[in-house]
Nanobody, 126 residues
Framework: QVQLVESGGGLVQAGGSLRLSCAAS????????MGWFRQAPGKEREFVAA?????YYADSVKGRFTISKDNAKNTVYLQMNSLKPEDTAVYYC??????????????????????WGQGTQVTVSS
């Protein structure tokens, strides 16, 4: 049974930092690309970052967020710096099996992912 468990969310002031973690089990972690998505109240889920052999970022977080993947620990991280109130959302970790034809547009699409975590709340106060 595949499980993705996020942690590290919380309340932080604008300009602060948080590091989210997502621990995966029940899958061959090295065979999956990993992504982070977020959903704010009243809004649709949106892509934040993904990591395969390279990293992809949404324009809104580029230069502030860093995604990394540790295959030895079956864990993916999202380091979030210079946080803004508009970053407030539930953050979800997702795992997508590597497919030969997948490019950047695929990894930014939630439909490319096979498994999802339960989410962790990030709240940035102004």
């Amino acid at each position: 049974q595949v499980q993705l468990v996020e942690s590290g969310g919380g309340l932080v002031q604008a300009g602060g930092s948080l590091r989210l973690s997502c621990a995966a089990s029940g899958l061959t972690f090295s065979a999956y690309g990993m992504g982070w998505f977020r959903q704010a109240p009243g809004k649709e889920r949106e892509f934040v970052a993904a990591v395969t052999w390279t990293a992809y970022y949404a324009d809104s977080v580029k230069g502030r967020f860093t995604i990394s993947k540790d295959n030895a620990k079956n864990t993916v991280y999202l380091q979030m710096n210079s946080l803004k109130p508009e970053d407030t959302a539930v953050y979800y970790c997702a795992a997508g099996r590597y497919r030969g034809s997948a490019g950047p547009s695929s990894w930014k699409d939630a439909r490319s992912y096979d498994y999802w975590g339960q989410g962790t709340q990030v709240t940035v106060s102004s």
